[in-house]
T-cell receptor, first 115, second 113 residues
């Protein structure tokens, strides 16, 4: 079974631009979560989608948005990029993500650098 | 709100040394606790978990015991290998609803031969 696939692997953008990251979950998984990983803050939760609906949202500004398609693939978008948005963005999928009995499967991430 | 605090790294050990990475948590109720590992260039993988007090999670020689009285979930391994070099994340999950995992900031471990 293929794992969680994130594209692209690396991105370089300049301040003010916008960016779209893609995540394909494991086949059959309906929940997709996004995390931002930085050396100083560790992993911070962005949002979670389940069956095309945002089910949870972290404490990030409205410049960060996402969506999920009917095939469970998900995209996240960051508009008006700032230097502080430079990070590794991780996507994780699970069957339904209903608590401790489910394991999250992570992709390798998209490394975003904002210049 | 819920939070996880891990010892800061990096931690550098010689092969076959004993490893402890401290993790404490703050949460209401009775969360489940996890250790995830991130090898270079990869995403996170679940290493072990414990869902109630006094449970011990174990995998690949790593162990951690859920201590409610000290709100801790320290990761231990008796004899580390070079291949254990990675970043280790402690995390918690509320057992109710669809709340997201809360992660610590991670501890980088380097094992030298």
């Amino acid at each position: 079974k293929a794992g969680v696939t994130q594209t692209p692997r690396y991105l370089i953008k300049t301040r003010g631009q916008q960016v779209t990251l893609s995540c394909s979950p494991i086949s059959g998984h309906r929940s997709v979560s996004w995390y931002q990983q930085t050396p100083g803050q560790g992993l911070q939760f962005l949002f979670e989608y389940f069956s095309e609906t945002q089910r949870n949202k972290g404490n990030f500004p409205g410049r960060f948005s996402g969506r999920q398609f009917s095939n469970s693939r998900s995209e996240m978008n960051v508009s008006t990029l700032e230097l502080g948005d430079s990070a590794l963005y991780l996507c994780a999928s699970s069957l339904e993500n209903r608590g401790s009995n489910e394991k999250l499967f992570f992709g390798s991430g998209t490394q975003l650098s904002v210049l | 709100g819920d939070s996880v605090t891990q010892m800061e790294g990096p931690v550098t050990l010689s092969e076959e040394a004993f490893l402890t990475i401290n993790c404490t948590y703050t949460a209401t109720g009775y969360p489940s606790l996890f250790w995830y590992v991130q090898y270079p260039g990869e995403g996170l993988q679940l290493l072990l978990k414990a869902t109630k007090a006094d449970d011990k999670g174990s995998n690949k020689g790593f162990e951690a015991t859920y201590r409610k009285e000290t709100t801790s979930f320290h990761l231990e391994k008796g004899s580390v290998q070079v291949s254990d070099s990675a970043v280790y994340f402690c995390a918690l999950s509320r057992n109710s609803g669809n709340t997201p995992l809360v992660f610590g900031k991670g501890t980088r471990l380097s094992v030298i031969a």
